[in-house]
C-alpha cells in the first residue's frame, strides 16, 4: 500500500481521530466535546460543541506573527487599482466593517447579501459578517436583478452589500440599478439597508434616503469603532452559496464554520502545499465556490497572502496574469481550463516574458480539463498542473493527487484519486453496486460526508436528503451526479453529468469521452457534445465546435470536409457508435457565468424545445449562434 493510500485509509476507517488531529490547524474558542456526531444521517456535525470564528482563524490570529506581511493584494487590471492590505490593516478593515453592520442591526444568524465586483471591500464584507456569527450569500457581481432577487428571496437577508458598477473587458457595468430592481421583485424578503460602495465607476447612483447607505460615509463615522469576533458553534452556518445552475436551478449550499475551516487548512499542507507569507494566486471570482475558500478563506487562514485579481486575463495584454505572478512572487495558482483554453489561443510567448521561478504548481477545477489544454499549459509553464475535481456542496477537491501527502504520478486528462476523507465509489447506476475498474459509474460518496462539505441545502433539508441521497432507494449514498470510470490504479477519469450521458442504441456514452476525441483535431478549441432524440437509434450525439481559425467557415467546401474529417477522426477513435451524427460549428458555446458548458441547453435547441432555465447564462450570443445553427 502506498503512503496515501495508508493515509487515505486512515481517514476513512477512522474518522474521528484523523479529523481531531486536523483540528488542532484552526483556534478554538472552546474545543469540541464530539468529533463526529452522526445520529441522524446522512446530516453530519464535525467538531460539535466546538466554538470557533472563521474571521478569527483568517485575521486575528496572525496578528501576533505577521502584522505587516501582506494579506490580500488586490488588483484591478480594469481600473488600475493596485493595493496591498497588511494583515493588522486587514484586521482594521473587517473589524470596522463589522462595526458598521452591527450598527445596522446585523447580528448573529442574521443573512447579509454581498452583490459585488472583485475589490477589497466585498472581501472585507465577507470576513465581516463572519466576524459577527452572520451567515453571508455572496451572488456573482453582474448577474441579472431576476437572479439577485431569487437568492434575496431565499436568504431573507437584513444587509445587502454592493458596489456602484463592476467592470469587464473596459465595460461598466452598473450595479447599482439592477439591486434596485431586485429589491423591487423581492418584495418582503428585500432587506431594510444596502450599502453601497461607490467606486465612481458608474454615473452617481440613485440613493434611496432611508435605505441605502454610502460605505466611505460610514467608515468616516465609524472610523475608531471596532466590532469583537461572536465565537459560533462550529456547525454555526456561516455562508449559503449556490451552485453554477448548470443542469437547472441552482441549489443553495449551506456551509457549517470548523469543519470548514480545518478542512480548508488541512487541503492547503495536503493538497496545495501553500506555506505561510507566501501569495496564493486564484484566478476565479468571489462569487464562485473555488473564490470563497481558494480567494478568501484558505488562503488567510494559512497565513498566506492572497491576490484578488479583477479583469480579463488576456487584458492589457496576455501576459497580465504573469507579470502577477512575477511582481508578488505567488507560488500557488489555481484557475480554470475555460480560462486557460483563452490563454492558449494567444502567442505563447506571454508566458515566457516574466520570471515565473516562484510558481510550485497549478491547479484547475470546474470543468473536464481536457487533454492538449492540459499538456499544453504544463509544457509551457514547466510546473505541475493539477486537475482538482469538486462541487460547490463539498467546498474543497474531491479527487486530485495530494502530493503534500506522497508525490504520485499525475495522469493526463484525469484528476487523480479520491482525497482523504471522502469515501469516494463508483456506483452502477442500476444497482447502486461498485463498478469494477475500467466500467463506468455514478461518481457516489459514502457518507458521513467528510468536513468542509454541505450542511443542508439552506432553509430546505428534505431538498438536501432528496436532491443528494436519492440516487438509490436502499443505499443512502451521496451522488455527484457525475459520471466517471476509474482505472487499474485506482485513477478517476469524469466522463460528464449523469444528466448529459448519450445512449446511442443501448450504449452509454459521457459527453467528455466524445469531446475528447473531437477537441483531439488540431482544428478544433473547443467543443461541446450533446445526445440528441433520434427514432431509430434512442440519441445521436451532435457536436458543437469553436475553430480555432473561424476563416475556414466562409468556405462551405472547407467546412463539410472539416466535418467529415471530425467525425472520421472520432469513429477510428471511440469506433462508429460515438460518431457525431452532425458537428456545426460556432464562434462561442453558451456557458454559465462561471464559464461551464451549457450542455442541456443546447441540447433542448437541438431537439427543438425550449432552453430551459437561463438565469446563470453569460452572453447570450452563444445560445443564438446553437439555434442558428440548428436551423440553418
Ligand atoms: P448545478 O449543480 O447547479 O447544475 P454545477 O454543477 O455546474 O451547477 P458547480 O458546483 O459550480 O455547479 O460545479 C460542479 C461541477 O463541475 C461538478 O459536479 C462537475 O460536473 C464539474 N467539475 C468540477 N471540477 C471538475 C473537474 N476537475 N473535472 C471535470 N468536471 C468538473
Ligand atoms: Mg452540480
Redesign the pocket.
Known amino acids: 500500500m502506498s503512503a496515501y493510500q495508508e493515509f487515505h485509509r486512515r481517514s476513512i476507517e477512522q474518522p474521528d481521530v484523523f479529523w481531531g488531529a486536523e483540528a488542532q490547524r484552526i483556534h478554538w474558542h472552546k474545543p469540541c466535546t464530539q468529533v463526529l456526531q452522526y445520529d441522524n444521517p446522512p446530516f453530519r456535525q464535525w467538531f460539535a460543541g466546538g466554538e470557533t470564528n472563521l474571521c478569527y482563524n483568517a485575521v486575528d490570529r496572525h496578528l501576533a506573527a505577521r502584522p505587516d506581511q501582506a494579506a490580500l493584494i488586490h488588483v484591478s487590471s480594469e481600473t488600475g487599482a493596485e493595493i496591498t492590505y497588511t494583515y493588522r490593516q486587514l484586521h482594521e478593515e473587517v473589524s470596522r466593517f463589522a462595526a458598521i453592520m452591527q450598527a445596522q442591526g446585523v447580528g448573529k444568524g442574521d443573512r447579509v447579501l454581498i452583490y459585488m465586483p472583485m475589490i477589497p471591500e466585498a472581501v472585507f464584507a465577507m470576513l465581516a459578517t463572519v466576524r459577527l456569527g452572520a451567515i453571508h450569500s455572496v451572488v456573482f457581481g453582474g448577474f441579472a436583478s431576476a437572479s439577485l432577487a431569487t437568492r434575496i428571496e431565499d436568504a431573507a437577508p437584513k444587509l445587502l452589500v454592493t458596489a456602484d458598477a463592476g467592470m469587464r473587458g473596459g465595460k461598466v457595468i452598473a450595479y447599482k440599478p439592477l439591486v434596485d430592481e431586485a429589491m423591487e421583485l423581492a418584495g418582503s424578503a428585500a432587506p431594510a439597508t444596502v450599502i453601497l460602495v461607490n467606486r465612481g465607476l458608474a454615473e452617481a447612483p440613485m440613493m434611496k434616503p432611508g435605505r441605502d447607505l454610502d460605505y466611505a460615509t460610514l467608515r468616516q463615522q465609524h472610523l475608531d469603532d471596532r466590532a469583537e469576533v461572536v465565537w459560533v458553534e462550529s456547525n454555526h452556518p456561516s455562508y449559503i452559496l449556490?451552485?453554477?445552475?448548470?443542469?437547472?436551478?441552482?441549489?443553495g449550499?449551506q456551509r457549517d464554520t470548523g469543519g470548514y475551516a480545518v478542512a480548508l487548512a488541512s487541503s492547503m499542507e495536503y493538497i496545495y502545499g501553500g506555506k505561510p507569507g507566501e501569495t496564493f494566486f486564484s484566478t476565479s471570482d468571489i462569487g464562485?465556490?473555488v473564490g470563497h475558500s481558494y480567494i478568501v478563506y484558505a488562503p488567510l487562514i494559512c497565513g498566506m497572502a492572497t491576490l484578488v485579481y479583477e479583469g480579463l486575463p488576456i487584458r492589457p495584454d496576455p501576459g497580465i496574469w504573469w507579470q502577477l505572478v512575477e511582481k508578488y512572487r505567488a507560488t500557488v495558482m489555481f484557475s480554470a481550463?475555460t480560462a486557460i483554453r483563452v490563454l492558449k489561443k494567444q502567442d505563447p510567448e506571454w508566458l515566457h516574458k516574466y520570471d515565473l521561478s516562484s510558481l510550485r504548481a497549478l491547479f484547475?477545477?470546474?470543468?473536464?480539463?481536457d487533454e492538449p489544454t492540459a499538456s499544453w499549459i504544463s509544457e509551457e509553464l514547466k510546473i505541475p498542473v493539477l486537475?482538482?475535481?469538486?462541487?460547490?456542496?463539498t467546498g474543497w477537491p474531491m479527487?486530485t493527487v495530494c502530493n503534500g501527502v506522497e508525490a504520485l504520478p499525475t495522469k493526463l486528462g484525469s484528476?487523480g484519486l479520491p482525497v482523504y476523507g471522502y469515501n469516494v465509489k463508483l456506483l452502477d447506476e442500476a444497482t447502486g453496486e461498485e463498478v469494477p475498474a475500467g466500467e463506468k459509474g455514478v461518481i457516489a460518496v459514502i457518507p458521513p460526508l467528510p468536513p468542509g462539505c454541505m450542511s443542508t441545502v439552506w432553509g430546505q433539508d428534505e431538498r438536501f436528503v432528496n436532491t443528494y441521497f436519492s440516487l438509490f432507494q436502499d443505499r443512502k449514498v451521496y451522488s455527484?451526479?457525475?459520471w466517471g470510470i476509474r482505472d487499474a490504479d485506482g485513477y478517476f477519469t469524469?466522463l460528464?453529468?449523469t444528466d448529459d450521458v448519450i445512449n446511442v442504441a443501448g450504449h452509454r456514452l459521457g459527453t467528455?469521452e466524445i469531446e475528447e476525441a473531437v477537441s483531439g483535431h488540431s482544428a478544433i478549441a473547443e467543443v461541446a457534445v450533446v445526445g440528441v432524440h433520434d427514432t431509430l437509434k434512442g440519441q445521436v450525439p451532435q457536436a458543437f465546435a469553436v475553430l480555432r481559425d473561424p476563416s475556414v467557415l466562409k468556405d462551405p467546401d472547407k467546412k463539410a470536409a472539416l466535418e467529415k474529417e471530425v467525425i472520421a477522426k472520432v469513429a477510428s477513435q471511440l469506433g462508429a457508435i460515438a460518431n457525431p451524427a452532425r458537428v456545426y460549428f460556432v464562434n462561442q458555446l453558451p456557458k454559465?457565468r462561471?464559464g461551464?458548458v451549457l450542455r442541456r441547453s443546447i441540447q433542448a435547441l437541438a431537439e427543438g424545445r425550449d432552453p430551459g432555465d437561463l438565469t446563470?447564462l453569460d452572453d447570450p450570443s452563444g445560445l443564438e449562434q446553437v439555434r442558428e445553427a440548428v436551423q440553418s
Request: proline share 10%; no cysteine; glycine share 10%.
Open positions: 449556490y451552485t453554477s445552475g448548470t443542469t437547472g436551478k441552482p441549489k449550499v464562485w465556490v481550463p484547475m477545477a470546474g470543468e473536464p480539463l486537475d482538482n475535481y469538486w462541487q460547490t456542496e479527487l484528476p455527484s451526479f457525475d469524469i460528464g453529468r467528455r454559465t462561471s461551464k446563470t
